[in-house]
């Protein structure tokens, strides 16, 4: 699985990455913005994204991912440190999937992972038996 980190805090990508890593998911690229990501969309299975950042937001990048049909169903997890639920409201109405609040702990994480990998699982299993 190839994760794509995108927040212009590099603490916070190199922290995802280490969480990330040990959970075993080693095929990490990391990006400081939406735009430097939309060119990194290739071949990735899973984004997180921050909301906040400068240059294009992280509603912005959703809403571009969602709009491009070959990246379309790319799951999106947001990270922020917004807690506001019309906010992340507002996230998921664009298109992210899930969201973490920071701080989150490395199982929090982890689990979101997991959960998606379920439902994609499940979702081939139903398409194989139709």
Do not use: C, W
Not at 28 to 45: F, M, Q, R, Y
Not at 68 to 80: F, L
């Amino acid at each position: 699985m190839r994760i794509l980190v995108v927040d212009d805090v590099a603490a916070m990508r190199k922290t995802v990455r280490k969480i990330l890593e040990s959970g075993g998911y080693t095929e990490v690229v990391e990006a400081i913005s939406g735009t430097e990501a939309i060119g990194k969309l290739k071949k990735v299975d899973l984004i997180f994204t921050d909301l906040k950042m400068p240059g294009m937001s992280g509603l912005s990048f959703i809403k571009a991912v969602r709009e491009r049909s070959a990246h379309r169903e790319i799951p999106i997890i947001v990270i922020t440190a917004i807690n506001s639920r019309d906010y992340l409201a507002r996230a998921l109405r664009y298109g992210a999937n899930d969201y973490l609040t920071k701080p989150f702990s490395v199982q929090q994480l982890l689990d979101k992972v997991d959960a998606l990998q379920e439902d994609t699982s499940e979702d081939k299993n139903m398409l194989e038996h139709s």
